[in-house]
């Protein structure tokens, strides 16, 4: 695909798949700009700490799988001691960057690729420690992820995707055998689900839902991006954008999406999605939908196409603060960052290898081995330091549209302006 690394490239948040995660504010993100990461100090403490999150859900697989990588890299590294703390999603930018500004912050902790600009300056870049014959294994899409301005600002550790998912049931239900490809398609099929009582798709409009996983895909299939080429202004009130919001609008608008699902973000069991109401939708992955559709009713599908067919997907990375041994942390980064110790943490929580020598972790599970196949219609969204700032404001105006209460060209020229203003400062 077209498009600048630097900005967008081809990363979930409560489970990175479904949680908004706040701002730091100003200040701390100024802080955290001038400040060195704390981390266990220098080159004569063999001591590493690591933060990460619940990326496996399940506490006691998740201390069972960290336990047992500390203890082989403990044994096989004498002197060397190694701890991992396992914190909330929820309030981890700010409690990162609160902990960086006073000089406590970790060696080592878990990123996702819209959080590394924001943390670039206490960033050890990892081509200082990554092995050559891991760069070479990294897939382009998990590598480039965490390339900013060509450095790789953390060591990959899994990937995931998006891709189109519809429910075999209401195919049926509505006589319905061929699947959408493109927006045309999923705008002429729309009538059919609506006349038997079901949607075509869904949306959510909850300015607390990351775009990530709601407009910005429509944004990027029509040919469109969040800034521009450079980074300096924002690009989504552009032609594409307008054209995606309408898109959007016109489903809403239609009955073809529940209208509720606009401003409020229900619990998934009460959602049309799990009740078996929705055809098709890129806002939840297959593993958020199996216990409700059925392994057997789960179709997947390519992101669907208008100027290009891209849908948004994940990479986990492990970076290096400023202020860690840098040869003892790399050393663990990298020992965790090998195909057969990240298996571990992949297969667990339902993503894939970030390197090719990682294989095929889920053999005969067809459903699986059909998202994977779609890693390479993903990206992992705008990679700036504005990123997540610029997403606040830019979701109420993209609900005020869906709302009816401006039109999508105002609604994003409305967005453009305030962001701007703060990329200007």
Not at 86 to 109: C, E, H, M, Q, Y
């Amino acid at each position: 695909m077209s498009r600048s690394s630097t900005v967008r490239t081809s990363a979930r948040r409560g489970r990175l798949r479904t949680a908004a995660v706040p701002v730091v504010s100003t200040a701390l993100a100024t802080a955290l700009l001038t400040a060195c990461g704390g981390g266990s100090g220098g080159s004569g403490d063999k001591s590493v700490t690591m933060w990460t999150y619940p990326v496996i859900f399940d506490e006691a697989k998740n201390k069972a799988y960290w336990d047992g990588l500390v203890k082989e890299f403990e044994k096989a590294n004498s002197g060397v001691s190694v701890k991992v703390e396992t914190f909330p999603w929820a309030n981890r930018d700010t409690a990162l960057a609160t902990a960086i500004a006073s000089g406590k912050g970790p060696d080592v902790v878990y990123l996702v690729p819209d959080q590394l600009p924001k943390y670039a300056k206490s960033i050890v870049p990892a081509d200082a420690y990554m092995p050559a014959d891991a760069t070479s294994d990294y897939t382009d899409f998990a590598l480039t992820s965490v390339t900013v301005d060509g450095k790789a600002l953390g060591t990959p550790v899994l990937t995931s995707a998006n891709p189109l998912i519809c429910d075999k049931r209401v195919f049926e239900a509505i006589g319905e055998s061929a699947y959408p490809q493109t927006w045309a398609d999923l705008e002429g099929l729309a009538p059919k689900p609506k006349e038997k009582g079901y949607y075509a798709t869904s949306y959510s409009g909850d300015t607390q839902q990351t775009l990530n996983m709601t407009f910005y895909p429509l944004l990027w299939q029509a040919g469109g991006d969040v800034f521009t080429e450079d980074g300096k202004k924002t690009a989504f009130n552009e032609d594409a954008g307008v054209k995606a919001l309408t898109y959007l609008k016109g489903l809403v608008d239609g009955g073809h999406t529940d209208k509720d699902l606009v401003t409020t973000t229900p619990k998934l069991e009460q959602t049309p999605v799990a009740k078996g109401k929705v055809a098709c939708t890129w806002q939840n992955v297959a593993a958020d939908v199996e216990p409700f559709w059925g392994k057997e009713n789960i179709v997947v599908r390519p992101p669907l196409k208008d100027a290009e067919s891209v849908g948004y997907g994940t990479v986990g990375a492990l970076s290096m603060l400023k202020g860690a041994n840098e040869e003892v942390a790399g050393d663990w980064i990298s020992f965790v960052a090998e195909a057969k110790n990240a298996a571990g943490l992949e297969k667990e929580s339902g993503y894939f290898p970030a390197r090719k020598s990682g294989g095929d972790l889920y053999p005969g599970d067809a459903l699986q081995k059909a998202v994977g196949d779609t890693l390479p219609t993903m990206t992992a969204g705008p990679l700036h330091d504005k990123s997540r700032e610029v997403m606040g404001v830019l979701a109420p105006e993209i609900q005020a549209a869906l709302l009816g209460k401006k039109s999508p060209r105002d609604a994003l020229d409305a967005a453009a302006k305030a962001a701007d203003a703060m990329l200007a400062r």
